[in-house]
Nanobody, 119 residues
Framework: VQLQAYGGGLVQAGGSLRLSCAAS????????IGWFRQAPGKEREFVAA????????YYTNSLKGRFTISRDNANNRVYLQMNSLRPEDTAVYYC?????????????WGQGTQVTVSS
């Protein structure tokens, strides 16, 4: 299983970024997918998840309305659209995959992509 996240970078507060994640080595449409993040000195935090059927999405409450998770099963891609970015969104963002559930710590993690939001 491989998850390769990319698309991070430096953006000013109020700006937008779209993170992407390329998945390989497993049957992508059979897995729930998600994003986590970890800011310096803080614990890893759940950001968003989407069920394998794409019928349901889940977000941490503080990010609802600003972040949108999506998936492209035809191209084995996961996306995270991030709008109205704030300095507190600065973190390393990880894409994840799990066969069984969106509600547990995922089994598979990508290497992360850095997002830095300047004030």
């Amino acid at each position: 299983v491989q998850l390769q996240a990319y698309g991070g970078g430096l953006v000013q507060a109020g700006g937008s970024l779209r993170l992407s994640c390329a998945a390989s080595g497993f049957t992508f449409d059979g897995y729930h997918i998600g994003w986590f993040r970890q800011a310096p000195g803080k614990e890893r935090e759940f950001v968003a998840a989407m069920r394998k059927s794409s019928t349901s999405t889940y977000y941490t409450n503080s990010l609802k309305g600003r972040f949108t998770i999506s998936r492209d099963n035809a191209n084995n891609r996961v996306y995270l659209q991030m709008n109205s970015l704030r300095p507190e969104d600065t973190a390393v963002y990880y894409c994840t995959a799990d066969y069984l559930s969106c509600a547990r710590m995922p089994s598979y993690w990508g290497q992360g992509t850095q997002v830095t939001v300047s004030s």
